[in-house]
């Protein structure tokens, strides 16, 4: 089972007034379902039952007539702000699953190594590039945008300069690896909010 992906709900106050009618734990489980995590993983990862889930994402909401599915169109300033904190959010999951392959793979595999980050990075940014693709906001397909307006190739390269320099232990390739994807996204984010007040 996939680690839950980390988030400061507390980041999120801004985006929970627009729903004063869920209660905290209806909010953070929806944003989780949102993001690409499964009902079996939020019932495992918050120690609750999967039919309480259900009933949460499917009934609870239903009745205080909170739409999952249909969002009212975001303003720009919001669209602008929720794309850079889900991004966000994600490279959390990013950073841990590369850990991970830090810690227990050969690095010495390099073709292997550098296919199976290709991979995972892009499998991470497809379920939140389909999410945005969804939602209502000034830029239709949104994610389509987001995706095409990343330079991951130069990123990625970024990325595998870190990994496969032997004199930065684990802990450091994280926080440059870290760095590196946090200014990727600003510049990203640049384009998106220029894009957004055209």
């Not at 497809?126 to 949104?142: H, V």
Request: charged share 20%.
């Amino acid at each position: 089972m996939n680690q839950l992906p980390i988030i400061d709900f507390k980041g999120l106050v801004s985006l929970k007034k627009l729903f004063p009618e869920l209660t905290t734990s209806q909010f953070e489980i929806t944003i989780l379902f949102c993001i690409g995590v499964s009902i079996k993983e939020i019932s495992h990862y918050r120690s609750i039952s999967y039919s309480c889930v259900d009933n949460t994402l499917n009934t609870d909401l239903t009745l205080h007539n909170v739409k999952v599915t249909k969002l009212d169109q975001l303003s720009p300033k919001m669209t602008a702000s929720y794309i850079q904190s889900i991004v966000w959010y994600h490279s959390r999951g990013k950073l841990q699953e590369l850990r991970s392959i830090l810690l227990t793979d050969d690095l010495n595999e390099i073709k292997q190594i550098k296919i199976r980050i290709t991979n995972m990075l892009e499998h991470r940014t497809s379920s939140y590039i389909r999410y945005f693709n969804s939602l209502d906001t000034p830029i239709k397909n949104i994610g389509n945008w987001y995706q095409s307006n990343f330079d991951f190739e130069n990123f990625l390269n970024s990325v595998f300069e870190v990994v496969f320099t032997p004199a930065l232990s684990v802990d450091e390739k994280i926080r440059n690896i870290s760095d590196i994807m946090e200014k990727y996204q600003n510049i990203t984010n640049q384009k998106l909010l220029i894009e957004l007040n055209k």
